[in-house]
């Protein structure tokens, strides 16, 4: 692995750095009611620290301007009569863009005068107002900020409580023991795929996230008991929202790293206009980075771009169009004569040629009318798409004639419409009611050749298409401005098989002094089966026969309480205790009986093509939470979480045994450090500390294997093994400087700094006659540098 390259450019850059010289930008933007998202004329922002003071007031638009702000970080002030105050500190100021900031105001319930709230934006609480437990907001400076993050949403939010990422080399999370399959995406509120690249119909993650962290606003990460607009989903929700360009001012960004190279551009699309564009397009740069001797966790070539976009359209003061999207594809392409035992994974042999594509598409479109101030009409309609295309072939070692193992080429695409109406009452009061209507078409042709045996056959067949249809109706009631109440009901029915279900949600959230609050939240939360789990064929009587299709949905009652203190005006303490109970999962016949259960799926990169299951399996999941959060303030921050829970199932056997998720604990230490060197210029170090417990696995019966040729696990001894716990130390040193009109930021991030050995899955090699031990990432080394202009 050669640092030296990475190392000499961060000296050069930091030695860029000249005689100081202070700068100055332009801080704007736009503050609504957060339920009506009307805009509020006349609230007061300011920035206390500056001498004299900057402020301003908003104009009939909600709009305001802030001018010749000095670069670096500062809060803002933002009160307004008959609202909550509201303070959102650390706005880091920079010379190469302006600072654009949409707020929402929480209206207070006693309009009797300025409710004044003091302290930081509290980022343990989300920003869907229906939301009174197991969930907060994140930032995009939050996820390009931690160690080991890798500009990524779904590996910053395994930083959070009751969170893990059991696979260094992808990033799929594992929330409260749950299956990664559980976990619900939605961009700008239409329902998408998972957005990652290398990924396949059904999966839940991919190695690289194609959703860019730059073109992303402030979103919502929920763990559980989430409201009833939200659902097929069981495990959690990543509720992500597209920032709009800038309509003031044309600017760019270029971006180069070991995790690829892209460019953004953003602005008005007339000066008289209030509509913006923003796009981003980014390409590989592995080719690259291999040959600088590099490693990414696999033997082979792998390739990828993406582009993400986002068009915002206001038509009047009342009626507003955008158009967003995001696409990708990916390539992967692996021969065996460049394989290397150390580093290819458990999911493949070494005498193999692996080829490997897949593409995700994401369009839509949004139509807002605001019907009045206090109510507002939204419809959704958009495409989603996901395709993957892969051969395996066996090479024989003396001869090198290539045999057939693995032939895929399956794809899933949707026609997605969502309207809803939010009204907003009284200040008591607000309701929201809405409808999501999918069309699903789909394809899968998956053939394999087991244990390198006989010839290919369907593992997977099936094509045709279905509905989906959900409508959802929750109300908030806030008693107090110390005491609100959060309930719905969510409908949902499939129409691949008639099966639908009823789901009622309850949330309650009361502040009994000033800086503690007591949470409550229930849910009862359905998730229809993955694509891969429907179309397993089965051949009966020569025709194939999809004999999971009939499969209903899985289900969970959720219940969790919280409490939450404001140690201070930047730190919080936060805990949680829950229970879930899952229910009607797919499970293997009792004539069938096994330890097999659809809870486990997602734990390889592979799913099981067991058939003719039925919806009799159980499960139940526990824990206690904590969080530990000094939000950044005075160049400095902290998080400590710690989740300590256990995961249990019952298959066909009627066996209680641990999922493939139950690690039982897991701890993280984040901390950061912001050094200032001059008015122009600074360098952050950031630390990432990890100790989990290890990840579980079915042992390999190695005696039998060696008597039938291929690996045989001891089927009734699942999951029922552990490897050693798991720890990691991740550390990111970034270094940023301000010139006139332009800004550059340029980072050292290196995971597993210590290259510690965890262990990730135990094989059985059939040409040794041995076992052998695939381990996570060693030292793995990231750089990027940017420029902002």
Known sequence: MKLKFIVFAFAWFISFSTQSQTFVQTLRGVITDKETKTPLPG????????????????????????????????????????????????????????????????????VLAEVSVVGHKNRTVAMNQMSSISARTFSVEETGRYAGSRNDVSRM??????????????????????????????????EIPSPNHFTGVGSSGGPVSMLNYNVIANSDFMTGAFPAEYGNASSGVFDIKLRNGNNSKREYMFQAGALGTELMLEGPFSNKYKGSFLINYRFSTTTIMTAMGIKFGY?????????????YLPVN???????????????????YINKKEADFGPDGYLNTNNYYNSGTSVGGATLTYRLSNSSYLKTIIGFTGVNEGGKEDSVALDNSMTYPNYRADNFQNKLSAHTYLKTKLNAKNSVKVGIIADHHYYEMNTKLRKNGIGTLKYQRQGDGNTNFI????????????????????????????????????????????????????YGLHGQMQILPLYMVATQIQGNTVNTNKNLKFSKSHQLVMGYNLMVSS????????????????????????????????????????????????????YGLELTFERFFSRGYYYLVTTSLYDSKYKGSDGVLRNTAFNGKYVLNVLAGKEFKINDRSKFMIDLKVTNAGGKRYTPVNYEASGLEGKEVRFEDRAYSEKFDNYFRTDLKITYRLNSLRVAHEFFI?????????????????????KLNYIYQLGVFPTFQYKIYF
């Open 43 to 110: 609230v007061s922002v300011y920035i206390p620290s500056t001498s004299p003071v900057i402020g301003s007031t908003t104009d009939l638009n909600g709009e305001f301007i802030l001018s010749k702000i000095p670069i670096g970080r500062h809060t803002l002030q933002i009160s307004y009569v008959g609202y909550k105050t509201q303070t959102i500190s650390n706005i880091d100021v920079i010379s190469g863009k302006e600072n654009v900031v949409n707020i929402t105001l929480e209206e207070s319930v006693t």
């Open 157 to 190: 939010a395994s930083n959070y409580a009751g969170v893990t990422n059991g696979n260094d080399s992808r990033n799929d999370i594992v929330i409260r023991g749950n299956s990664p399959m559980g976990l619900l995406w939605k961009l700008d509120e239409l």
């Open 299 to 311: 033997s082979g070539e792998a390739d990828y771009q993406d582009l993400a976009f986002n068009f």
């Open 317 to 335: 003061d009342r009626v507003t169009l955008t158009f967003f999207g995001m696409g990708g594809r990916s390539v992967y392409k692996a021969l």
């Open 470 to 521: 959900q409508a959802y109706g929750q109300w908030s009631h806030a008693f107090s401005d110390n005491l609100t109440m959060n309930n719905g009901l969510h409908y949902q029915y499939l129409g691949l098989n008639g099966d639908w279900m009823v789901e009622p949600r309850l949330g309650l959230k009361w502040k009994f002094a000033p800086k503690q609050t007591l949470s409550f939240g």
């Open 570 to 621: 930047n730190t919080a303490l936060k805990a949680e205790v829950y229970y879930q109970q899952l229910f009607d999962i797919p499970v293997t016949r009792t004539d069938k009986a096994s330890s097999y259960s659809a809870v486990n799926e997602g734990m390889s990169y592979l799913f099981s093509d067991k058939d003719s299951l039925v919806n009799e399996g159980t499960g139940r999941n």
């Open 749 to 769: 991030n290196i995971d597993n700094v210590f290259n510690t050995k965890n262990v990730f899955a135990q094989t059985y090699n059939i040409t040794d006659n």
